[in-house]
């Protein structure tokens, strides 16, 4: 067991901890902060400061940009654990988030499509890499581990609340411009406090876990070099006319090409990957869960998109003679996942207790329709839009609180999930693939929300009602093909007991 094992220096818990808890979560104040204020930036006027985007066009870029951020963990991730190893690739990472929020900070529209690269590349960089990292401080057979990663998710959400409120008043206040200033220093502040607290990750990180040969090294950074210089390119072209793109039209080709690599990755391991039997089935019982974490997430990102919009345009947000910020509503996920944790992990811990244990595909299931019964909220509030009156503010928060309930049911399950049911020697991989539900469902999220046309708010009840019974009705699928899946499921828990029969033998 390594010396930072041992210690207990931050919460009962190794030194580490604290550096990654508060460098997360400055990081995801500068996020969450700035992806709060994304769409209203681009929808609105340039009276009003922003770039007069249309919504369908402002939700597509809002969906890439999202979608985008998930897809680059996956090179982000290979680039530490083969080149630079998590704590350079954390740095460098957080550095580049500072920079594209800068960018962003300067008033100038011609320069916005670069802070949102820088963002995602910088994300891509960071995110994958800080949560390994959180492993590592912890010897296999420490039983802090789970608590510890519960810990630093306490850190995500403190920083996301404080993202929301900061920028989101900044914004009423300021403009949208210093909001994203805002975010720039919560993101540097992230960096100096990892700076000085590096020491007490005492190596965690430090060097690549599979070390390329040199060779394989100088190809590997020209490749780097060639993507950035490409996506350089591509991008001057863009800002100087030269190349006209259409986001709604990219958004569409993005998703199918997200969903066929997602779908040849799994079948080529599956297929082609030396499974048994069982494995087989255990992956046919995980497909169930990724399908229904695509869904779940095409609809939760309608937070930033088109429910976003909605608090600004349709909801009543005022308080005697106090405005809410629109931003503000959003923070509603993060309080209430701060509140509802605790109890999410008694319910399932006592379930156990009782040999209740529902399967994987079940509770991902259940997550789905609960947050697909938010969208019914919102189509009552949208008839009262449509009928020319503000919504109560009560709308968006209940919609965030059933959101929230069901992103408890799936969001941690399907992580356990693609740990218990993958095959050990492809681990690593399906997280990568899982991941890529994450990319498919924020790219849908935008197509989504481009169809919610402020000229034609008497369409919106029905759209939200199609959303509502749509995500509904893969969750029954999803139900009921899990009454043969969970025994697909239970091989695992099989194979798992007779491995430690035939350790605790040996």
């Keep these: 067991m390594t010396e930072a094992t041992k210690t207990k220096d931050f919460l009962g818990h190794p030194g580490g901890l604290s550096t990654l808890f508060f460098t997360e979560m400055w990081e995801r104040m500068s996020y969450y902060g700035m992806r709060a204020l994304l769409v209203l930036f681009m929808t609105a006027s340039m009276q009003e400061g922003g770039m007069a985007i249309t919504v369908a066009s402002a939700a597509a870029i809002y969906g890439l940009y999202t979608g985008a951020v998930y897809f680059m963990g996956l090179p982000g991730g290979w680039i530490a654990d083969r080149l630079i190893g998590g704590q350079r690739a954390v740095m460098y990472g957080g550095i580049i988030i500072m920079a594209g929020h800068i960018v962003l900070a300067i008033p100038s529209d011609a320069t916005f499509f670069i802070g949102l690269i820088l963002v995602v590349l910088g ?95 100088k190809k590997a950074w020209t490749a780097i070099a060639a993507f950035l210089v490409g996506l350089a390119a591509i991008t001057t072209m863009m800002m ?90 959003q923070s509603a996920n993060s309080i209430f996942i701060i509140i509802l944790s605790p109890f999410f992990a008694a319910l399932w811990m006592n379930l156990g207790k009782r040999m209740i244990t529902p399967s994987y595909g079940i509770k991902c299931a259940i997550g789905l329709i609960i947050m697909a019964s938010g969208f019914i909220v919102m189509f009552f509030a949208a008839q009262i839009a449509a009928a020319g009156l503000k919504a109560a503010p009560f709308f968006l928060v209940a919609t965030y609180f059933l959101h929230t309930v069901g992103e408890l049911c799936l969001s941690p399950v399907a992580l356990s999930a ?51 019974l749509f995500s509904i009705a893969i969750g029954i699928v999803i139900a009921l093909l899990t009454v043969k899946t969970k025994v697909w499921e239970k091989l695992a828990e099989k194979k798992d007991c007779n491995q430690n029969v035939e350790g605790a033998a040996a």
């Design 240 to 329: 100087t006319g030269v190349i006209t793109i259409d986001p709604v039209t990219v958004a569409k080709y993005v998703a199918a090409a997200i969903t066929v690599v997602f779908l040849a990755y799994y079948a080529g391991i599956y297929f082609f990957g030396n499974l048994t039997p069982d494995e087989k089935k255990q992956l046919g019982a995980l497909f169930l869960v990724c399908l229904a974490s695509i869904f779940f997430w095409a609809g939760f990102e309608q937070a930033g998109s088109s429910l976003n919009l909605f608090g600004r345009d349709y909801t009543d947000r005022m308080i005697g003679t106090f405005e809410i910020p629109t931003a503000w509503f």
């Design 418 to 468: 693609v740990s218990k049911l993958s095959p050990k020697r492809f681990a690593g991989q399906m997280m990568g693939v899982f991941v890529l539900t994450y990319s498919i469902g924020n790219v849908v999220a935008g197509l989504l929300a481009g169809s919610f046309d402020p000229e034609n708010v008497e369409q919106m009840p029905g759209l939200y009602m199609q959303i509502a």
């Design 123 to 217: 994300t891509g960089l960071l995110k994958p890499n800080i949560g390994a990292m959180v492993g590592q401080l912890y010897a296999k057979e420490d039983q802090r581990r789970d608590a510890g990663y519960t810990i630093y998710y306490m850190g995500i959400n403190i920083g996301s609340m404080i993202g929301y409120f900061v920028c989101g008043w900044l914004q009423v206040e300021k403009g949208y411009h210093w909001a994203f200033g805002a975010a720039a220093i919560g993101m540097g502040l992230g960096l100096i406090q990892y700076k000085l607290t590096l020491n007490k990750l005492e190596g965690a990180g430090s060097e690549p876990t599979v070390k390329l040969s040199s060779g394989a090294t």
